[in-house]
Structures are given as structure tokens and as C-alpha cells.
């Protein structure tokens, strides 16, 4: 009888524990194909600001082609803890609006309400209230329609010309300063943050994490997957230039170009004008050969230095050096063998420029 029960035990345990490592490897799979596409907005309807506006007409576009095309639409905070949840793969998009101009309260914000859509909005709280900013009560209900709101700083300052270590302290203080701000207004206190014009370095990154944030968002081009560190993620500006309804459907259906090493991890510019920047990337069905790298304002060249059957290693650097502004993007873009695009970009500081 004993022989019995416990031969009864054993096929229990040895039962239980397969569907357990089963569904373990099934969500790993699933956690590991998760992307979410992310898109910047300043200005709506503003023509005053072409590098920073974008149309009535093509942001309704925008919108309509998220819902007809069954994307979920997610605030910022919802998509990183979808990405990091046991939740199926989805194609997902987020809208976020950067220093929270009247013109989203005037022209954006009815457009999302007309399409029940969430949206994050970053806002430096120093200017609330002034000039062509939203004021608290715009913000305040603003909030009501399923907007989030996060934390942009207090001055939305150049913290990159500052002198070490004076720029960490000033902004740790901007930050907590903004967060009291934020809460004694609107009874609330911001998850997420974004870097002013997409700058920072990696002792910033470090001071967003050790206050409590869920994630940070930069603005260099690409898409964000279970890889990206979620302390500078990826989003795909939207202005004049770029926010064509044709332009708008290429990026939303983007995918990440997983990199698996960046050399230098960093974004500030070095004394060489002429950066090289080195990638490890995922070639996971990739067709390696017509691999494209770009750069912002000039050429690029790339080579392939090493190719396995799951990785490359690539180098990029520009063919004259970058001068004459102050961010410069290099962008990789390679299609897979279903003819999707794959996309990376890589943002050098210059804080020499004003």
C-alpha cells in the first residue's frame, strides 16, 4: 500500500512540474518578441514651429491608423510593464507629448479623446502657466482623459553644460523638484520621465533610476523590445518633416534591430568628430547584406567585421566629421527575410554647441 502512495506522489510531481516549465518557456518566448513602437509630439496644429508641429490632419491620421489596424495603445508606464509582464505579444504603440504646450490642450487632446486613446505627457513644470504652456487646470483636466502625466524637470535645461559634478547635483534637485511640484498641483506623482532634448550621460541614467522612476525616455530613433534599457528608450519624433501619414505607417511598423553590445555605451561626443561606434547585433533572419547605416547631416560607412550564424559585429562611423549641431544621429536599418525592416539609432552629444 505504501508502494502504492508513493508511487501515486511521484507521477503527481512529475506531472505538475512539466506543464510549470512548459508555460515558463512559453511566456519567455513570448516576454522575449514583445516590442513597443514610441512616438514624440510637441506642437499640433502650430505652424509658427515646423521643426517641432505637426498637422491636425496627419495626427488624426495617426490616430485612426493605430485603432483600424488593432494596435494597443498604452501610456508610457503601461507599455514598460507590459513589456516586462507574462501578458501575449501585441503590437503596441505609445504616444507621448514632450513640455506640455497649449496647442496639445487646445488641438491634440480633443483628437485622442475622439479616438478614447491614452497619451503621456511630459511637462517642466517651471513654465506651466506661461506663454504657450498649459496651465494646472488645463493639465488637471487633462488627467481626466486618460492622460499621464511625467516628469520633464523643472527648467528643461541644457544639464550637459554644466560642469561635473554641479550638473548632477542641480538636476537630482530639478527632478525632486518638479515631482513636488506635479504633486502638490495635481495630487499625483509622475512613474516616468523624460530627458530634455533627449541628454544625458550615465551618472543622469543612474540619478531618473534612483529616484524611483519606471522608465526614461530619450529621443533617439528605434523601437523598443525586452532588451532596451528601459532608462533610455527609443522614440520616433513626429514633426513636419517626418509625420506624413505614409512616413507615420513605416515607423509603426518598425522593428527593433536587437543589439546585444554598443561600444561606446555612451552618448556624448568624443574629441574625434568622426566617432566610431561599434555593434554586436542579434542577425537572428536578418539578410546581413543589405544592411543600411545612415548619418544625420552627412554619409556613413560601415563594415561588417564579423558574421555567425547568430550575431554580428558591425562598425559605423561618419566619412567627414560632424559639426555644426548639436545632436547628430547614426541610424542602422537591415530588413529580414520576410522583408521587415529592423531599425537602430545612436544619438552623439555635442554639448560644446550651443
Not at 215 to 222: D, F, I, L, T
Amino acid at each position: 500500500m505504501k508502494q502504492i502512495q508513493l508511487l501515486i506522489i511521484i507521477l503527481i510531481v512529475s506531472c505538475s512540474g512539466k506543464p510549470r516549465s512548459t508555460e515558463m518557456a512559453a511566456n519567455e518566448i513570448a516576454h522575449a518578441d514583445k516590442e513597443v513602437v514610441c512616438f514624440i509630439y510637441h506642437r499640433f496644429g502650430d505652424s509658427r514651429y515646423p521643426t517641432t508641429n505637426v498637422s491636425l490632419k496627419d495626427f488624426e491620421a495617426h490616430l485612426a491608423y493605430l485603432v483600424n489596424n488593432n494596435f494597443q495603445v498604452l501610456s508610457f508606464s503601461a507599455a514598460m510593464a507590459y513589456l516586462q509582464s507574462d501578458e501575449p505579444e501585441k503590437k503596441t504603440a505609445v504616444i507621448t507629448i514632450d513640455d506640455g504646450y497649449k496647442s496639445f490642450f487646445k488641438n491634440g487632446l480633443p483628437l485622442v479623446k475622439k479616438y478614447g486613446l491614452p497619451a503621456t505627457l511630459f511637462i517642466n513644470t517651471k513654465t506651466v502657466g506661461g506663454g504657450d504652456y498649459m496651465n494646472w487646470a488645463e493639465l488637471e483636466e487633462a488627467t481626466k482623459s486618460n492622460i499621464e502625466i511625467g516628469n520633464h524637470t523643472h527648467s528643461h535645461d541644457y544639464f550637459l553644460n554644466e560642469s561635473v559634478p554641479s550638473r548632477y547635483k542641480t538636476f537630482k534637485q530639478e527632478i525632486e523638484l518638479s515631482q513636488s511640484i506635479i504633486s502638490e498641483h495635481l495630487r499625483l506623482l509622475p512613474q516616468v520621465f523624460s530627458y530634455p532634448y533627449g541628454e544625458f550621460d550615465v551618472e543622469m541614467k543612474n540619478i531618473v533610476k534612483r529616484a524611483g522612476f519606471k522608465a526614461a525616455a530619450a529621443q533617439n530613433s528605434g523601437v523598443i523590445y525586452n532588451g532596451t534599457d528601459l532608462y533610455q528608450c527609443p522614440r520616433f519624433p513626429m514633426s513636419e518633416a517626418y509625420s506624413a501619414p505614409e512616413k507615420f505607417v513605416e515607423k509603426a511598423s518598425m522593428h527593433a534591430l536587437k543589439t546585444l553590445s554598443i561600444s561606446p555605451n555612451s552618448f556624448i561626443l568624443p574629441q574625434d568628430k568622426r566617432p566610431l561606434l561599434t555593434l554586436v547585433i542579434d542577425n537572428t533572419d536578418l539578410r546581413m547584406q543589405q544592411l543600411q547605416c545612415f548619418v544625420q547631416g552627412g554619409e556613413c560607412k560601415f563594415q561588417i567585421l564579423e558574421n555567425s550564424d547568430r550575431k554580428s559585429t558591425i562598425t559605423l562611423q561618419a566619412t567627414k566629421a560632424i559639426s555644426g549641431r548639436r545632436r547628430t544621429l547614426y541610424t542602422v536599418t537591415v530588413p529580414d527575410k520576410k522583408g521587415t525592416w529592423h531599425w537602430y539609432s545612436h544619438l552623439w552629444i555635442d554639448s560644446r554647441m550651443d
